[in-house]
């Protein structure tokens, strides 16, 4: 059986579906560098699934072993390093998921030659060594901040690309180089799913977002101000053109989220060669709001907040229309809002420092 590569799969969205793959018996090779990432949501992943320690193999590499029906193997290495991405080929990968990249808005307008360089020369040497290793199926993770400040609701694939900041053009960049290299040869199987807004934690609450600093994102943040981290959510805008005047959003599960990338894998080697575009979201829109007095019933608890001035580059609604996911792969959320909110709480409360840090936790 051939592995499936997994880059950046410590972090939030590749851990979830790190999971999901081995849960389904599949062999799991993970390239991480734990700038974002963590060893230790890694060997809970593995505990998770019952195939018992990652063990140190050699300096930078462990693996549960083959033992069973999945296995898992963690290699540290940066996927814009061509020495690093030849070490995990060398397990004898058949897919790859590119999860690997840096994603805060804010950030890429500071920094936006990391950006370019993270996103898209790492995207360029993945293309590169698959090439080497005759690896052809892909998925890409991709974002509906290609779509920019539409008005357009719900939005379908075939929306205009219009990114607003320099992480959404990295993002566009790396579509567009995918298109070309699916039209350069046949038998390429890539598909790039653009995901909404990702939130929640695996039910268990040993898995989960682990923002490092402050958190960007609204849900993190509000699993904090609820733990007593911080003092209260800051809602940015309560004058947009919605119902109760917060931004609207398609939040979405991250276990439906993972879901989604074991099906496209699932079509990708079923189907013949193609390049497949889709969307990932609930198709339901939520305000900020929506959100907070979901949290506060759902979980009993009280989150202060204060509104304030909108945050640039904000949209006021954004929603998937999923359809083509539905009509590709049969896939579509599950879960909602109450099971976003209970099993986000259920991570935070239980970790409120997070993972902790280093390659401590992993057997040495
Ligand atoms: N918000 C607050 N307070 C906060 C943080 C956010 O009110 O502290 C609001 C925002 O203004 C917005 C909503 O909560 O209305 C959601 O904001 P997020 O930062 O959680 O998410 P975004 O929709 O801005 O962006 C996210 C990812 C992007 C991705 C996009 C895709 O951060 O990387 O979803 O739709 F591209």
Known sequence: MTKVLLTGGAGFIGSHTCLALLEEGLSVGVL???????????????????????????????STGDSGPADLTLL?????????????????????????????????VA?????????????LRLLEAMGRHGCRTLVFSSSATLYGSTDRVPIPETAP?????????????VERMLA?????????????????????????????????????????????????????????GGDWPTPDGTGVRDYLHVMDLAEGHRRALAVLEAEPPQLLTLNLGSGSGHS??????????????????????????????????????????????RRSLADICRDGWAWQSANPGGFGEGESSLDG
């Open 32 to 62: 991480d560098d734990f700038s974002n990432g963590s060893p230790e949501a890694l060997r809970r992943v593995a505990e998770l699934a019952g195939l018992g320690a990652l063990r140190q193999e050699s300096p930078g590499r462990w």
């Open 76 to 108: 540290r290495g940066d996927v814009r390093c061509p020495g690093d991405l030849d070490r995990a080929f060398a397990d004898g990968i058949g897919a790859v998921l590119h999860f690997a990249g840096l994603k805060a808005v804010g950030e890429s």
């Open 111 to 123: 920094q936006p030659l990391r950006y370019w360089d993270v996103n898209v020369t790492g995207s």
């Open 161 to 173: 690309l219009q990114p607003i900041n320099p992480y959404g053009y990295t993002k566009a960049a």
């Open 180 to 236: 070309d290299v699916a039209a350069s040869s046949p038998g390429w199987r890539i598909a790039r799913l653009r995901y909404f807004n990702p939130v929640g934690a695996h039910p268990s609450g040993r898995l989960g977002e682990d923002p490092s600093g402050s958190p960007n994102n609204l849900f993190p943040y509000l699993c904090q101000v609820a733990a007593g981290r911080r003092p209260r959510l800051d809602v940015f």
């Open 288 to 333: 900020v709001l929506d959100l907070v007095r979901a949290f506060e019933t759902t979980n009993g608890l009280a989150v202060p907040f204060s509104v304030v001035g909108r945050r640039p580059g904000d949209s006021a609604v954004s929603i998937a229309d999923p359809q083509e996911a539905e009509r590709r792969m049969g896939w579509r959320t």
